[in-house]
């Protein structure tokens, strides 16, 4: 039997308690079961499940910042379950994201269909000031409600830039609504099309420089081309690829403070491991950028110092 399959079922299959207990970690990791609003494919509520057990096979020691992140303490918590109807859900993902929040660990959430974002970032805007919202997607998100709710997925964004008034950045944007289209300009945000994007690294600093001192980030996987990750609710031809979202996220990272972050709408298929594998990675990935200043070397040769 395979080494990974006797690891602790958390993410990144930590198995040193010093590194994955509550009291110690820096980051908690916070999976979410929800698909109450979905449109078109299913399977995002065991999204976060699926995610955490793929990470159990990941390396923990990543080469471009030549360091090992879990080694700062990463918690995962238990599985916040579905609630009905959404204005229930997102009143009980309010209370639990201030409660986490309130601790000063780093919450990463991961879901979860991308309408769980909204109650999370609410929570960050009211703890931290002068706070942005850096958001990765094939989708604007900008409808006011959708399907009869403002609870929606295909709302959040309009939650962010509507409600909360935050200064938002979104890239690798390739469907919206002529109803979107018509609000772009009424709202504090600016889109990077993937059509503008893809395949060309020159706008990282830019769409960064677009953004406060304090950052939110949401990625919605499907941000990233289906031929990556075909597994996501509302997939969109002509998306970002891997180094493209890495050299952003690295970027932002040492551009900017990163205060909290989730990645949402991986969908859950049987025997499709491998987009589940690229969302952890991916997470893991952003969160060794993250800390890269506050990680120990392990060959001393980081690529790079935050600015």
């Not at 929800?34 to 449109?39: A, I, L, M, P, R």
């Not at 204005?87 to 993902?93: N, R, S, T």
């Not at 879901?111 to 942005?132: F, Q, T």
């Not at 690294?201 to 420089?209: K, N």
């Amino acid at each position: 039997m395979s080494e990974s399959a006797h690891l602790p079922v958390n993410f990144g299959g930590i198995a040193e308690e010093e590194f994955s207990s509550f009291d110690r970690a820096r980051v908690l990791v916070w999976p979410v079961s929800y698909e109450g609003t979905v449109s078109y494919g299913t399977g995002t509520g065991r999204g976060a499940e699926a995610i955490i057990e793929a990470s159990r096979n990941m390396e923990l020691y990543d080469e471009e910042t030549d360091a090992e992140v879990y080694r700062l303490g990463i918690h995962t918590l238990d599985v916040t379950p579905p609630a009905e109807p959404p204005e229930a859900m997102m009143k009980g993902l309010l209370a639990k994201a201030r409660e986490l929040v309130a601790t000063d660990k780093f919450v990463c959430m991961i879901g979860g269909e991308h309408s769980v974002s909204a109650p999370v970032i609410r929570a960050h805007a009211e703890k931290y000031e002068n706070l942005s919202v850096l958001q990765i997607d094939a989708h604007a998100d900008l409808r006011d409600t959708y399907d009869g709710t403002p609870h929606s997925h295909a709302s959040i964004m309009a939650r962010v830039t509507r409600d909360l008034k935050l200064p938002s950045v979104q890239v690798g944007i390739r469907s919206i609504s002529a109803e979107e289209a018509r609000a772009i300009d009424t709202l504090p945000t600016r889109i990077f099309w993937a059509k503008d994007i893809v395949g060309r690294t020159d706008w990282w600093d830019e769409a960064v420089e677009g953004l406060t001192e304090n950052v939110y980030l949401t990625v919605d996987i499907d941000g990233l081309d289906p031929s990556l990750v075909a597994q996501t609710g509302t997939p969109e031809p002509g998306g970002l690829g891997w180094y493209e979202v890495i050299g952003l996220i690295r970027t932002l990272a040492r551009k900017r403070r990163v205060v909290g972050m989730d990645l949402t709408e991986y969908s859950y298929v049987e025997g499709f491991d491998a987009s589940a594998f690229l969302c952890a990675k991916l997470i893991y990935k952003s969160l060794a950028f993250i800390f890269e200043d506050r990680t120990e070397r392990v060959r001393g040769k980081s690529q790079g110092a935050r600015v």
